[in-house]
């Protein structure tokens, strides 16, 4: 790359070709060369649910993540320790310094890091990329609120600077600076998040939709969103590209040959196909027509033996079982304000209920307390983890996962007890009054003259959908489970699974009631569990577009962000806690802890309970004359 650098500076007007030459010269010096019957230079992985979106300012799910990962970088990401943990190493950055007051970072960054075509990644590229994030605000997945928590782009009036305004500073081509809102030991975690990853600033400008009217203001700003939205050439400066994307079928990436980190490519080639039925990965795996799968856990007992003491599992003949704990939950928000289709295609709030005793129906049951905390009693919670996940999940009382600091903050509070939460619904009201057989989704039910009622009624006036991802068998049992407890209490509900596109769309556009869901963290901090899961939105959180909104809560939880003494914040910890569960908004169904299977003749790095698989450490042993050469150790 110093030879392109140089060429670059003695003759910029011919960067195309010069941008071709280094493409072709990196590419034969790093690529993986092809020495087995088994196409070892490629990996793929046959999988559920596709990526919503391939741009970082507004991607929160884990499908669009892993892609991300491998497109753009970040100044820091968390990397397995090899002893199942994570920590942060430095990537785009080479360090940074932080002022005596703890307000001002001091970033420097690599001077040898360039996007994949071929323009130098610099420090303003970082300023403009976060302050994108916040000028275009997330509207689809809330995901801002990761940086907005800290800082702005804000000028001296008030206003979004799309380079940093009164808080960011370029420095020159390799620091800049930031000032936060306040003192923070987690803000270097944030940024190792992928909504912080760095984009080509000048071809997001280039591409970027800008409306105005008559008079020149400003009706709309895409901020590039609509040219990102498929990670374009040029994009990113992580190992690999795009370039192939069908949604919902299949991504392909191959190698960004500019890549900064030192040494060749074990994989010229990655494969992610989406195929929602179980049977065909399990049987794709098992004939090694794909390298990875997601293999649900009522099927692993196909690859690995001994599972009845998960953290001693074995892999059968080829494949390779290994027992992970994880920070991941399993859990089920309740919308509080749901929306359902009006029939043009506009999503409207679903009103049921009359929440201020006006006579008038004006809320949705579910923005009750009462109706969320009787719901809470109707999750069969051992039956999830024993039968639905096969024990791959430990319980989880509260929002802090066990190994995490303030674990001790939460004490089990719900459990299966379908008698309660009738009692919690008679004592409010909710009493079973209305013919089954009449509940829909939006229209009025009939009620049943109370002299002909038989304790068959039931109790809420509309139908609650379950929504649960088609592929993820778990899940699908979960909502079934739970279906079969709401139906027992007179609770009309649809437990049907959806594709993958369509629950990230209900999800967009509110449709649902109950979601069955898993949370993975984005940076190791309670508050990343606390804040997104019963914060709402004026403190960043509600990842979920839940609606749910407790101003006390949201009070506690703010100074429990910023509190530096541990015992001041564990108990800030233990009001919340208190507080949430006299108003709870979702079900804690379990902590991840199970058993990965994969292939012994594909060799991972360091597992990261964090981040995501970074396929440029990957390898792939190749085949020749039917015996695998090398080893993965």
């Not at 994108?132 to 689809?140: E, I, Q, Y």
Request: proline share 5%.
């Amino acid at each position: 790359m110093a030879a392109y650098d140089a060429s670059m500076a003695s003759d910029p007007d011919n960067a195309s070709i010069h941008h071709e030459t280094a493409w072709y010269a990196m590419k034969e010096s790093r690529q993986c060369r092809e020495q087995g019957s088994n196409n070892p230079c490629e990996l793929v992985e046959m999988s559920i649910g596709d990526a919503d979106t391939h741009d970082p300012a507004d991607a929160y799910d884990s499908a669009s993540g892993m892609i991300i990962e491998n497109v753009y970088d970040t100044l820091y990401r968390y990397e397995g320790r090899g002893d199942g943990g994570s920590h942060i190493v430095p990537r785009l950055a080479t360090g940074h310094t932080v002022s005596a007051d703890g307000l001002t970072y001091t970033f420097t960054l690599r001077d040898d890091v360039y996007f994949s075509n071929g323009d130098k990644m610099e420090a303003k590229d970082v300023v403009y990329s976060w302050c994108r994030v916040l000028g275009f605000g997330s509207p689809n997945s809330g995901v801002e609120w990761i940086l907005t928590q800290s800082f702005n782009c804000n000028d001296s009036n008030g206003d979004h600077h799309d380079m940093g305004g009164d808080n960011l500073t370029v420095i020159d081509a390799t620091s800049f600076s930031v000032n936060i809102f306040e003192p923070s030991a987690a803000f270097v975690a944030t940024i190792a998040y992928t909504v912080a990853a760095v984009i080509n600033s000048d071809l997001c400008e280039e591409n970027r939709i800008i409306e105005t009217d008559e008079n020149g203001t400003v009706t709309s700003d895409d901020y590039c969103n609509g040219f990102m939205d498929e990670a374009p050439f040029g994009a990113g400066t992580n190992a690999f590209i795009v370039t192939q994307w069908a949604r919902e079928t299949r991504t392909v990436l191959e190698p960004n040959w500019l890549y900064w980190e030192s040494g060749d490519f074990n994989i010229n080639r990655y494969v992610y196909e989406t195929v929602d039925e179980t049977q065909t990965r399990v049987l794709a795996l098992q004939d090694k027509e794909v390298d990875l799968a997601y293999i649900p856990p009522a099927q692993k007992d196909q690859f690995c033996d001994n599972l009845d003491d998960k953290p001693n599992a074995v892999g059968k003949e080829g494949f390779r079982c290994t027992f992970r704990s994880s920070y991941v939950y399993v859990l089920v928000p309740y919308n509080v304000h749901p929306k359902v289709d009006d029939g043009a295609g506009n999503f409207v709030d679903l009103i049921n209920h009359d929440c201020d005793g006006d006579g008038v129906d004006d809320c949705n049951v579910l923005t009750t307390s009462e109706v969320r905390m009787a719901i809470s009693y109707t999750f069969d919670y051992g039956k999830i983890i024993s039968e639905a996940y096969d024990n791959e999940l430990s319980p989880a009382y509260g929002p802090i996962p066990q190994g995490f600091p303030y674990d001790d903050t939460a004490s089990e509070t719900f459990t299966y007890d379908l008698a309660y939460a009738e009692q919690i619904l008679d004592n409010a009201g909710f009493i079973r009054q209305y013919d089954c057989t009449s509940i829909t989704q939006t229209g009025a039910p009939t009620v049943v003259p109370l002299a002909d009622r038989d304790g068959d009624e039931c109790r809420l006036p509309n139908t609650i959908r379950i929504l649960s991802n088609t592929g993820n068998d778990p899940r699908i049992a979960t909502a079934g489970i739970l279906g079969t407890a709401l139906e027992s209490i007179g609770i009309a509900n649809d437990a049907t699974d959806k594709p993958w596109a369509v629950v990230l769309d209900s999800y967009v556009t509110g449709a649902w009631d109950l979601w069955i869901i898993g949370w993975g963290p984005d940076y190791l901090d309670p508050d990343n569990y606390w804040s997104p899961f019963a914060g709402s939105t004026d403190i960043g959180g509600d990842a979920y577009h839940t609606h749910y909104h407790n101003d006390a809560l949201d009070q506690i939880l703010l100074d429990a962000r910023s509190e530096i003494d541990e015992d001041a914040r564990h108990q800030l910890y233990e009001d919340a806690f208190a507080l949430w569960v006299q108003d709870p908004n979702m079900a804690f169904l379990g902590q991840s802890a199970g058993v990965g299977v994969g292939s012994t003749h594909v060799c991972p790095p360091a597992y990261d309970p964090i981040g995501g698989d970074h396929w440029f450490d990957w390898d792939k042993l190749p085949l020749v004359n039917g015996e695998y050469q090398g080893s993965c150790s």
